[in-house]
Structure formats: C-alpha cells, structure tokens
C-alpha cells in the first residue's frame, strides 16, 4: 500500500521560506513515479504548486513560479517543495501527489500559513 506523508508545514511571515518534504513508503520504483505538489486553499479548488518527473523534468503553477523549487531524492523516496518569498496568498494545505500510468495517490496534506 503506498503511502504519502507531508512535513514541514508551518505558520511564516510573509517573505519567508519553507521546505516540505513529501516521504513515500510501500512504493515500488519510486523513480519512475510523477511526483506533485498541490494546494487547496479555504473555499478553493486545489490547485497545481508543482510536478517533477521520472526524468527530472518540471513544472509550476503561474503562481509560483520563479519562488517555488520542487526537487526528489530517489534514494530517499522523498520529494521536496522549497518555497521562498511567500506570500499570504500561499495560505493553504500543501499536498503530495504520486502518479504513474493510471495509478494516483495523494497524502493527507501539510498546513501552510502565511501570516504576520
């Protein structure tokens, strides 16, 4: 049974930064995997934050574009999001997603909160 558990949420001043990680477990060739981060703010719909595929390729959200770094360790079975520059419009819950062929599996999700 694959398995996605998001860390590094947390309430930060606007103009910080933050890294989620995203450990998988029960997954096999993790490398071969499409690995995403999304988010769903209060009374939104979640959104695209950022993918990295199997070959390292990606992909952001207009949004974060140039602030957000999304990167994968294979051998750790883990994903990250670095963010920098965050803004009070980043507030919301931070999931992880896994995606290879038609199999998808999402983890419970990390709160980010930009605040002062």
């Known amino acids: 049974q694959v398995q996605l558990v998001e860390s590094g949420g947390d309430l930060v001043q606007p103009g910080g930064s933050l890294r989620l990680s995203c450990a998988a477990s029960g997954i096999f060739l993790f490398s071969r995997w499409t690995m995403g981060w999304y988010r769903q703010a209060p009374g939104k719909q979640r959104e695209l934050v950022a993918t990295?595929?199997?070959?390292?390729?990606?992909n952001y959200g207009d949004s974060v574009k140039g602030r957000f770094t999304i990167s994968r360790d294979n051998a750790k079975i883990t994903v990250y999001l670095q963010m920098n520059s965050l803004k009070p419009e980043d507030t919301a819950v931070y999931y992880c997603?896994?995606?290879?062929?038609?199999?998808?599996?999402w983890g419970q999700g990390t709160q980010v909160t930009v605040s002062s």
């Open positions: 990295i595929t199997s070959g390292g390729g990606t």
């Open positions: 997603n896994a995606g290879l062929g038609v199999r998808e599996v």
